[in-house]
């Protein structure tokens, strides 16, 4: 006899599969090198965590007005706190305090996504380029033309996801330019 809540403990939702295949699709557009080398973005946990919360953001931003995508979205914004538990686990964090400091990871994932929508809709770079000085290159001070560059960076991404279709994202599809073609 199989048991009713089997089926739903042993498989993921078409949500939970969507959001495994666009969280590994934005974890490899953030790890392209040349965010690190040319971008001035820091490569370490806290670099790579702003480069996740930078795509994170562009698709969220992509799907946002897509009433059919809302629980692949959530869905995804869970796959990438989960990410953030798993991996204090893995470099050590102990039990007792991995909750809270998922808790404050989250608060800060929350907080740039917050800070990039706001930018995102002044037609002016300034806000964006402030946030992402504040957020990416832990600065309140300008950082030259790195934030700026890496503003663009996101704009130019916006416009290659919004040419694709929902269904794409729905399928687990998503298609960033290549950071050498962003430019």
Sequence with gaps: MVFKWAKRVFTASSDEVTAERLYLALVEQSRQHA?????GVSDSVDGRFDMIAVHLFLILDRLHDEAKAAGASQALVNRVVADMDNSLREMGVGDMSVGKKVQTMAKALYGRLEAYSQGFDEEDNESLVKALE??????EKPVGANAVRLAAYMRRQAAVLAEQSVEEFLAGHVQFADEGEAE
């Design 35 to 39: 965010f690190y080398a040319e971008y």
């Design 134 to 139: 504040r957020n990416v290159y832990r600065s």
